[in-house]
T-cell receptor, first 114, second 112 residues
Framework: DTAVSQTPKYLVTQMGNDKSIKCEQN?????MYWYKQDSKKFLKIMFS???????INETVPNRFSPKSPDKAHLNLHINSLELGDSAVYFC?????????????FGPGTRLLVL | QKEVEQDPGPLSVPEGAIVSLNCTYS??????FMWYRQYSRKGPELLMY????GNKEDGRFTAQVDKSSKYISLFIRDSQPSDSATYLC????????????FGKGTHLIIQP
């Protein structure tokens, strides 16, 4: 069973489009995250979310918005895509409390904006 | 200055060698330190985590944290070609819905 899954695996789209990436975790965790890994392999936190709060990295443009329909899902919506949004996006989850730091990552979604 | 610094490599060693991977960090609030392994075109996979300063061993892997010098190390004994991957170190403050701050990763190549 896949612990953290993401769809789609690959996403190729035109500049200016709006797209979404879905993330689901079956670990029963209450905190989920989105990370961006750029072409230089630098992995950077974008959002973290649990049922209490959404923490947004101040460097993330407001074209990016996370949506959580329920505790097991945290989807990433991106409006007006730009060339610089091309990257690999990883979803992750962890359990708040003693083991919050043990984050499990999904396989990633490779986004290419043309 | 980035919060977590890591030499990107590549670091190439022969099979069976002891590998030493290192990071430095600047955020004094970090209490938790992790090492993730990432194979090409895959998601990061947690290898080791330590709380505060000290050592932790798990099989062929040993993680060390020295908070006084803000230095994080990962040692791999009896390295195998399957250990070839990118190794990411990360730090976290602990508690709450807070993410991890990652280094850029070190690309490790184990030559058969």
């Amino acid at each position: 069973d896949t612990a953290v899954s993401q769809t789609p695996k690959y996403l190729v789209t035109q500049m200016g489009n709006d797209k979404s990436i879905k993330c689901e975790q079956n670990l029963g965790h209450d905190t989920m995250y989105w990370y961006k890994q750029d072409s230089k392999k630098f992995l950077k936190i974008m959002f973290s979310y649990n049922n209490k709060e959404l923490i947004i990295n101040e460097t993330v443009p407001n074209r990016f918005s996370p949506k959580s329909p329920d505790k097991a899902h945290l989807n990433l919506h991106i409006n007006s895509l730009e060339l610089g949004d091309s990257a690999v996006y990883f979803c992750a989850s962890s359990q708040e409390g003693d083991r919050w730091e043990t984050q499990y990552f999904g396989p990633g979604t490779r986004l290419l904006v043309l | 200055q980035k919060e977590v610094e890591q030499d990107p490599g590549p670091l190439s060693v022969p099979e069976g060698a002891i590998v030493s991977l290192n990071c430095t960090y600047s955020n004094s609030a970090f209490q938790y330190f992790m090492w993730y392994r990432q194979y090409s075109r895959k998601g990061p996979e947690l290898l080791m985590y330590t709380y505060s300063s000290g050592n932790k061993e798990d099989g062929r892997f040993t993680a060390q944290v020295d908070k006084s010098s803000k230095y994080i190390s990962l040692f791999i004994r009896d390295s195998q070609p399957s250990d070839s991957a990118t190794y990411l170190c990360a730090g976290g403050r602990g508690g709450g819905a807070d993410g991890l701050t990652f280094g850029k990763g070190t690309h490790l190549i184990i030559q058969p």
